[in-house]
């Protein structure tokens, strides 16, 4: 019986939906009503992902805000949270689980809906299943600038926000973040199964995969016809290509558990991230990351480590373990090639030639000797191959010899290419807008006085980062110096 039968106060979105992951059967999630909050109020909404979503004009009604916060059903679904385990932090921590998370449930056009904070569930570990506003609006803003960015991730609808107070190193405010995305299945859901020796359920969950989201792997010669080990190989590679995009951009994420990491090759969970200000390839984001495991220059390899954690779990479906480990071979030969490509469109060279990687190396170590602010940078870079204003860009750099060294090399690569075409390369690759911080820091200071000003006009500049903003200027420059006082952890 569908846990709205008894329910006469529904909520309709509008929204068609359709069994998806439910289809698995019981051993898979949990079905539980979303806990509800008082008083709720709008925080901030992406007309962008409405419309993605199929949402009518006059979408978010009281009605629907009551919904997105749990306080009233939604036609047509039956919500559930999802059970999986995982690694985190390196150390195996055994089941997990929707902690907060409930699936609303999947639209007819494939895609899913989750409440993030809106109550326990059986897989809550203690927690009171709540997120916190601070946490929301971060989660809520960098889904939709990563989208933005062109950087694969899970978007988010809105946040929903309440006066209810949860404790967490101090008492907040609490708030739901609907988040939505093609799947939001895990590395962890398939260590879950595989670490219980649950094989019929792995094999289950692996076909619903392959079969929704990698079809291809079922007609491929690879593998002498394994679809399974085919199945991993292509995780491997998307995980390679977002790999590839967060380091070009410089993002670094905190906290890549394996329960953290989408099978889909999504950007997942954002939790403790941070776009570096000043370059620094050892920067750790996270403040509980007490050993630097998730240090933005070890992301590439945490990457592979997790992918071998998934690897190990479908060894029994792949069935030798000499295919799995070949299986995941092209992760290092993808992640290199889409870095290397990434690299080349913000040095706006839409070709590849020899020295390319040493002209990239080159830049690399100049910027991390001076701590040089890495998307300043790279923008002003931009507009020196767009209108030859080199100043700006060489008053960045302490070591003025190294980098007009540099520069030569550099000018000297673009001699024979057409400079408007490459200065139009650049400016599409090389963002003026990210979401810093301080940024992310003042937008909620001002939302927990119930001022969601600051929030709207971060999310209009995030959702176009590339183009200029006139009169924006000021979301674009330096970090404070009290920026770098902000401590993020895990947690929210």
Not at 107 to 117: I, S, Y
Not at 118 to 137: C, E, K, M, N, Q
Request: some cysteine.
């Amino acid at each position: 019986m569908s846990l709205l039968a008894e329910d006469t106060d529904i909520a309709d979105l509008g929204l068609r939906w359709k069994p998806g992951f439910s289809t698995l059967g019981p051993a898979f999630f949990t079905e539980l009503r979303p806990t509800p909050l008082p008083d709720p109020y709008w925080v901030c909404r992406s007309e962008a992902v409405a419309r993605e979503l199929g949402l009518p004009a006059d979408w978010h009604s009281d009605g629907t805000l009551r919904a997105l916060t749990g306080s009233a059903p939604i036609a047509g679904t039956q919500p559930f949270a999802t059970v999986y385990s995982g690694h985190q932090f390196g150390v195996w921590a055994g089941q997990l689980g929707d902690g907060r998370a409930i699936m609303i449930g999947e639209t007819a056009t494939g895609l899913e809906v989750q409440l993030k904070g809106a109550g326990r569930t059986p897989y809550s570990r203690g927690g009171d299943g709540r997120a916190v506003l601070r946490s929301s609006i971060r989660e809520f803003l960098c889904s939709e600038a990563m989208h933005g960015l062109g950087i694969p991730t899970t978007r988010a609808l809105c946040v929903t926000g309440s006066d209810a107070r949860v404790r967490r190193e101090e008492l907040e405010s609490a708030a739901v973040v609907t988040r939505v995305a093609p799947s939001f299945i895990r590395f962890g859901h398939f260590e879950h199964f595989a670490a219980n020796q649950r094989e019929d359920e792995l094999r289950a969950l692996a076909d619903y995969v392959i079969d929704r989201y990698y079809p291809a792997c079922r007609t491929t010669d690879r593998f002498d016809g394994n679809a399974y080990a085919a199945f991993l190989e292509a995780v491997s590679e998307r995980t390679a290509a977002l790999l590839a995009q967060w380091q070009a951009v410089g993002f670094c994420h905190g906290v890549m558990n394996t329960d953290n990491m989408s099978i889909l090759g999504l950007t997942i969970d954002y939790g403790p991230f941070q776009f570096l200000d000043g370059f620094d390839p050892r920067h750790i984001c996270n403040h509980s990351d007490t050993s630097g495991r998730y240090a933005f220059n070890q992301q590439p390899n945490v990457a592979y480590w997790n992918l071998f954690c998934l690897a190990q779990a479908l060894l029994p479906l792949i069935g030798e373990q000499e295919v799995a480990v070949a299986a995941l071979e092209s992760y290092k030969t993808v992640f290199p090639t889409e870095f290397e490509a990434r690299m080349r469109a913000k040095l706006g060279l839409s070709d590849s030639a020899e020295g390319d990687r040493a002209l990239v190396e080159g830049v690399l170590k100049l910027l991390a000797a001076g701590k040089v602010d890495y998307t300043i940078f790279w923008r002003r870079l931009s507009h020196y191959v767009a209108d030859n204003s080199v100043e700006p860009v060489r008053d960045l750099f302490l070591d003025r010899e190294g980098f007009d060294a540099w520069l030569l090399l550099f000018s000297e690569r673009h001699a024979q290419g057409v400079r408007s075409q490459a200065a139009d390369l650049m400016l599409k690759s090389n963002p003026k807008f990210v979401l810093r911080n301080h940024l992310g820091q003042q937008a909620i200071e001002a939302s927990q006085q119930k001022d969601q000003a600051g929030v709207a006009v971060l999310l209009a500049l995030l959702e176009t980062p590339f183009e200029e903003h006139p009169g924006a200027d000021a979301y674009a420059g330096f970090p404070p110096d009290w920026a770098s006082t902000i401590e993020i952890s895990c947690s929210s």
